[in-house]
């Protein structure tokens, strides 16, 4: 298997990031999104690199194949989001997943983070298997904060306390 390693997203990442998720969201799970439909795949730095928040690439033979990102959203919360991984690159095995999550979690501790929240579809079985493992559970959605950036195709959400989950 090929070295994978966890860094920072720079700016000439984008295309890159744009190219592992697009075909996901359209392709695999037959959603109609555009990148214009996604105006912080443009702006990563500003909408994701400011307070506690981050986005972090998964690199291997020299591209991009997975990305995840945090949102400081205030109080000691972030948005999990953007977490994909190229097909090729699933599985407990390849560990590309484990890695990404396992990164921004350590980030978000060293960060004074408290708790992590997420949005999903019902339709990201295998993510909700995922994250449920990880230590997230079920959250209402009506229990999460005004400052929490829901998207249209979110429809199950989890939240992560993460002093309680070192």
């Known amino acids: 298997m090929a070295a994978m390693h966890i860094r920072r997203f720079v700016p000439s990442d984008t295309q890159g990031v744009i190219d592992v998720i697009l ?17 912080d795949l443009s702006a990563i ?3 994701y690199q400011s307070g506690a928040g981050d986005f972090l690439v998964a690199e291997a033979e020299g591209g991009i194949i997975g990305t995840i990102g945090m949102k400081d959203i205030g109080d000691g919360q972030v948005a999990l989001r953007k977490m994909f991984v190229a097909a090729p690159w699933r599985g407990r ?7 990404l999550l396992d ?3 350590d980030l978000a501790r ?7 929240l997420l949005g999903t579809t019902d339709k990201f079985l295998a993510a909700h ?5 990880n230590g ?31």
Do not use: C, H, K, W
């Not at 060293?110 to 992590?116: A, L, N, Q, W, Y």
């Open 110 to 116: 060293t960060r004074g983070v408290t708790e992590i």
């Open 23 to 39: 075909p996901i969201q359209r392709e695999e799970y037959g959603i109609a999104i555009t990148p214009q439909d996604q105006p």
């Open 129 to 133: 298997r995922f994250y449920e493992r």
């Open 93 to 99: 095995y390849r560990g590309v997943a484990q890695a």
């Open 103 to 105: 990164a921004l979690m």
């Open 136 to 166: 997230f559970t079920p959250a209402d959605a009506d229990s999460l904060p005004a400052s929490f950036p829901r998207m249209a195709v979110d429809s199950r959400f989890y939240r992560l306390n993460l002093r309680a989950n070192r």
């Open 45 to 47: 730095p500003a909408f």
